[in-house]
């Protein structure tokens, strides 16, 4: 069955850099884009933008467009979130999902606690 | 950037009752809707896609409609496990944006 799994939890300091990993399972890698999306803590939810794991192309929410690199590995069936310089506000459970072509994401991760602190 | 606004923020229902969740968007995104369900500590779940069509496995008991700007989730009959925060998102411009969230407790 398809299945996220993402690296556990980090906690950061202020300035420094955290990359998150998302593992498939149980379907063709290269067929759907993978999006990220974030929750601080008792809040909604925010995309970040999404990679298309078939032909590498990406697009960055422009409120992140600076800071955050996605990168995806095909042999490994991996997708990676990077984001850099790292603010107290980044403190947030980070999720990847499925999203086909126009449409709500059928499958999550379990999502990532990155925790920013000084 | 389309601003998604759901409403109430909260609703209090009695399990067996009918619960109506709206979702407003600030431009027309089409049916490109999507309506999710949160637990805490939990991923969201997609619930509908398209405005109105469940996704795999979720009960008949939750139906959605609207197109454009104007969007319902209704849940016909409350059950224990639906307490729950349930989101709305578009799809059709980017960035995909979702609202707010309405928390659905139990009265």
């Known amino acids: 069955q398809v299945q996220f799994v993402q690296s556990g939890a980090e906690v950061k300091k202020p300035g420094a850099s955290v990359k998150v990993s998302c593992k498939a399972f149980g379907y063709s890698f290269s067929t759907y884009a993978i999006h990220w999306v974030r929750q601080a803590p008792g809040q909604g939810l925010e995309c970040m933008g999404w990679?298309?794991?078939?032909?590498?192309?990406?697009i960055y929410t422009e409120r992140f467009r600076d800071r955050v690199s996605f990168t995806s590995d095909t042999s490994a069936g991996t997708v990676y979130m990077d984001l850099s310089s790292l603010r107290i506000e980044d403190t947030a459970v980070y999720y990847c999902?499925?999203?086909?072509?126009?449409?709500?994401?059928?499958?999550w991760g379990q999502g990532t606690l990155v925790t920013v602190s000084s | 950037e389309i601003v998604m606004t759901q409403s109430p923020a909260t609703l209090s229902v009695s399990p067996g009752e009918r619960a109506t969740l709206s979702c407003r968007a600030s431009?027309?995104?089409?049916?490109?809707l999507a309506w999710y369900q949160q637990k805490p500590g939990q991923a969201p779940r997609l619930l509908i896609n398209?405005?109105?069509t469940r996704a795999t496995d979720i009960p008949a008991r939750f139906s959605g409609s609207g197109s454009g700007t104007e969007f319902t989730l209704t849940i016909s009959s409350l059950q224990s496990e639906d307490f729950a925060v349930y989101y709305c998102q578009q799809y059709n411009n980017r960035p995909q944006t979702f609202g707010q969230g309405t928390k659905v407790e139990i009265k």
């Open positions: 999902a499925r999203g086909p072509t126009y449409s709500g994401y059928d499958f």
């Open positions: 990679i298309n794991p078939g032909n590498g192309n990406k």
């Open positions: 398209g405005a109105s």
């Open positions: 431009q027309s995104v089409g049916s490109n």
